[in-house]
């Protein structure tokens, strides 16, 4: 069974801090590991994935994530953020070949300006 | 770039009334899920659809019936909405399996009084 836990539920910045959100994973086989952003009032948008190579991922607006094996962990990262980054991000799991995305609970990300 | 469109944008029922939320993607993508978002809580999934006419459950299918009669279009029916039940549903669709990126629609907000 595959989960994804995200433990922030709320994390609070300033504009212009970094930011580091938090996703570890429980499986064990071959998963797509992705990070999506929904904005209030809006459905959700595809930010990044990984499946393998490079650890160290690029999306879009500057967020990267990277993978880790060894702590089970796809955290996502910006070096400064911006108050239009506020919004909820969820991190998800699907295996190789499935058809099923587990997401976590989400993290809001609120920035102050 | 395609969209996907979802009716009503809000529905508010009265128990035990059977209630369909709509779904229309012009993408041409195979794949369509139906996703259910409760506050604090990640999506859940509820119905996905690999092709026209096909139907596949999800982890929270019991109370749902899904239709999936055209490519371009994967509908939802409540069976019996729940008194005081408040969820947004969300409609996705992808190219193929879910390891490619998945589309959202902007949610149907149901309330059920």
């Known amino acids: 069974t595959q989960t994804v836990s995200q433990s922030d539920a709320h994390v609070t910045v300033f504009e212009g801090d970094s930011v580091e959100l938090r996703c570890n994973y429980s499986?064990?086989?071959?998963?797509?590991l992705s990070w999506y952003i929904q904005h209030h009032g809006h459905g959700l948008q595809f930010l990044l994935k990984?499946?393998?190579?490079?650890?160290v991922v690029q999306g879009v607006n500057g967020f990267e994530a990277e993978f880790s094996k060894s702590d089970s962990s796809f955290h996502l990262r910006k070096a400064s953020v911006h108050w239009s980054d506020s919004a909820v991000y969820f991190c998800?799991?699907?295996?190789?070949?499935?058809?099923?995305?587990?997401f976590g609970s989400g993290t809001q990300l609120t920035v102050m300006p | 770039g395609g969209i996907i469109t979802q009716t009503p944008k809000f529905l508010i029922g009265q128990e035990g009334q059977k209630l369909t939320l709509k779904c229309q993607q012009n993408?041409?993508?195979?794949?369509m899920y139906w996703y259910r978002q409760d506050s604090g809580k990640g999506l859940r999934l509820i119905y996905y659809s690999i092709t026209e006419n096909d139907l596949q459950k999800g982890d929270l299918s019991e109370g749902y019936d899904a239709s999936r009669e055209k490519k371009s279009s994967f509908s939802l029916t409540v069976t019996s909405a729940q008194k005081n039940e408040m969820a947004v549903f969300l409609c996705a669709s992808s190219m193929g399996i879910s390891n490619e990126r998945l589309f959202f629609g902007h949610g149907t907000k149901l309330s059920v009084l």
């Open positions: 499986y064990g086989g071959s998963i797509y």
């Open positions: 990984y499946y393998s190579g490079n650890p």
């Open positions: 993408f041409n993508h195979d794949t």
């Open positions: 998800a799991v699907t295996a190789s070949g499935s058809w099923q995305l587990i």
